[in-house]
């Protein structure tokens, strides 16, 4: 690499991350998603308007050598696979043994009838490329019934219910069920990569996939305990933090041996950290989370923002009749089905507009899915905007329920 090169990169890295640092404070401040801003500072660097008002000054900054976008997608993976790391710290502790029936209602709710949904209409959904067919259904099923947990983390946060009832039910069932339907999207990136020609080939990627998650649920947390008795009393804050990441880039690359989706690989990795309630692995699981939250993840979001061309590839039409549909059928999903354990039907309607929030999770799957050649640009940008919208309209609700009704959320 010259130093010509080098810098082109540098820049373009400073740009995208200052740029999506300081959206993200903005967005915050404005009691709205920091992923929101993030998204819009790539978007404002890309074609949807730094391209579109100086053309050739963006291309000499964001593609100023042959592998300067190579370089950057670097940085990409390695901001979704720290991000899913992180997420899965907070998956070990959102459960309570006594409301698992009302958890239950919302993963059944949450997956049942929106994956249905998606999967029974993928096939009136225009897309320009040609994909696997069962690759492009389960994409868009899943799309229409992933929940976003750090999203809906960060709102229980600023609204000061993160310990109540409500969000500790919402994030079990999160949690779970996006589980399960991360081992769905493995599914479709392995056919899609043409792993999956037979129903022989199905069954060996589902087995592998769930022998892999049943061995880093049930057995790797025991391993790695009686590994982490011996190393972390024995090492400092610094060797720990080697060491976790190490364990999490070790996951990943057997998952990737095995031909599990690595971001499945990373998400795991995190829960089985998230077991350890050790001071001093708390510490660490900090200090991980705030290298990810921010640099890696805020490039890594800015990047997605990047890649979306909103006036070459919006579809107004396919927006509004994606967001709306897939909406009303999650939120009347989760809130008859949690009725029976709520106070009323508006607390009911509650929990199913707060499961419809898809935030981060929806953008890395439909940022997964476009990189695996499943959606075109124009779903890429559909199923972005339905992740953002969706997450904006369960904040400002649960905003105004809580200032009428905040006894609900205590």
């Given amino acids: 690499m010259t130093d010509y090169e080098l810098s082109r990169l540098l820049i373009s890295l400073m740009l995208l991350l200052s740029s999506a640092l300081i959206l993200g404070q903005f967005f915050e401040f404005l009691r709205m998603p920091r992923v929101i801003g993030e998204i819009s500072a790539g978007l404002l660097l890309g074609p949807s308007f730094f391209g579109e008002i100086a053309p050739n000054m963006q291309q ?28 899965g710290f907070n998956i070990s502790s959102a ?9 239950m209602k919302l993963i059944i709710g949450g997956i049942g009838l929106p994956f249905l949904f998606g999967f029974f209409t993928a096939a009136y959904i225009p897309n320009n490329v040609v994909p696997n067919e069962l690759s492009f259904s389960l994409v868009i099923a899943t799309a229409a019934a992933v929940t976003s947990i750090p999203v ?7 609204l000061g219910i993160a310990p109540s009832r409500f969000a500790r039910m919402v994030l079990g069932a999160a949690a779970l069920q996006d589980l399960i339907l991360w081992s769905i999207l493995a599914v479709a990136i392995a056919a899609q990569q043409g792993e999956i020609v037979n129903t022989v080939d199905l069954v060996v990627v589902l087995g592998t996939t769930v022998a892999f998650a049943v061995f880093v649920i049930l057995l790797a947390p025991t391993v790695v305990r009686a590994l982490g008795e ?9 060797s720990l933090l080697g060491y976790t990441l190490l364990f999490c880039v070790a996951l990943v690359s057997f998952a990737s041996f095995l031909k599990v989706n690595i971001i499945f690989g990373a998400l795991l990795a995190g829960l089985v950290v998230g077991r350890f309630a050790n001071y001093k692995m708390d510490t660490i699981k900090k200090s991980i989370s705030s290298i990810a939250i921010w640099f890696f993840v ?14 070459a590839h919006l579809d107004p039409m396919l927006l509004i009749v994606f967001f709306i549909g897939s909406s009303i059928i999650k939120i009347t999903s989760v809130s008859l089905l ?3 354990s709520c106070k009323s ?26 990189s695996a050649n499943i959606i075109d640009e124009n779903l890429l940008v559909v199923l972005v905007l339905t992740a953002i919208l969706t997450s904006l309209f369960a904040g400002l609700w649960l905003r105004n329920r809580i200032q009428k009704d905040g006894n609900l959320f205590t």
Avoid at 61 to 70: L, S, V
């Fill in 338 to 340: 949690s009725k029976s």
């Fill in 298 to 311: 805020p490039i890594y979001f800015a990047l997605v923002g990047f890649k979306l061309n909103l006036i």
């Fill in 345 to 370: 039907w508006l607390h009911s309607v509650d929990f199913g507009i707060v499961m419809n929030a898809r935030g981060g999770p929806g953008i890395v799957l439909a940022s997964l899915a476009y």
């Fill in 230 to 238: 011996f190393v972390i009393s024995r090492f400092s804050n610094d």
């Fill in 60 to 87: 000499s900054i964001f593609n100023a050598f042959e592998y300067q976008d190579k370089l950057l997608s670097v940085f990409y993976w390695l901001g979704l696979i720290l991000l899913m790391f992180s997420a």
């Fill in 152 to 158: 809906l983390t960060k709102i229980f946060l600023d």
């Fill in 95 to 103: 459960f309570d043994k006594k409301d698992r029936l009302l958890i």
